[in-house]
């Protein structure tokens, strides 16, 4: 629940999810190439409907199947074990990104990136693509939350003005 918590999730997402395109893009198959575009469109729809616990709950399948497209047991393993702690921080992450209609589509694009490099087997732009994505991620969000702290100060000014007359 803390933000520095939060940060620190995302900053293990750079290495989980760096080694997984990349080896993915190494190592995955036709169906397992399948299965990663399967959950790209599941996530395209939850975006669609709007549903934010949707989504949170495809990204992370899409998260599921790009490791085990890397075909390591041990990165499998951590990022099975680390699910649901991953997955509430993709829906808090998801509920703050949707504040912005752009940023949405942006991370859109960043995924669909992800998953062209490794469909192509181009292993660093797929590393570099999952690092890109969640870079622009962590920096959105802290762009929102001082976005938030700014307004929360206004707040609390404007109440103390309105309760000293």
């Known amino acids: 629940t803390h933000s520095e918590t939060q940060l620190d999730l995302l900053e293990a997402r750079h290495a989980m999810e760096g080694l997984s395109a990349y080896f993915a893009a190494l190592r995955g198959t036709d169906e397992d190439f399948e299965r990663i575009q399967r959950c790209l ?14 989504e949170a709950s495809a990204v992370m399948a899409f998260l599921i199947a790009l490791t085990e497209a890397a075909h390591n047991v041990v990165l499998l393993h951590i990022v099975r074990s680390l699910s649901p702690l991953l997955e509430q921080n993709v829906l808090q992450n998801l509920k703050l990104l949707h504040r912005r ?7 859109s694009k960043h995924r669909a990136n992800i998953v062209d490099a490794i469909v192509s087997g181009q292993p660093e732009q797929a590393r570099e693509m999952s690092h890109s994505h969640l870079a622009y991620i962590e920096e959105t969000l802290l762009d929102l939350t001082r976005e938030e702290s700014r307004r929360e100060r206004s707040l609390r000014r404007i109440q103390q003005g309105s309760d000293s007359e």
């Open 101 to 107: 209609e752009e940023v949405v589509d942006r991370v």
């Open 41 to 54: 469109e599941q996530i395209r729809e939850a975006q669609d409907k709007k549903d934010v616990e949707v």
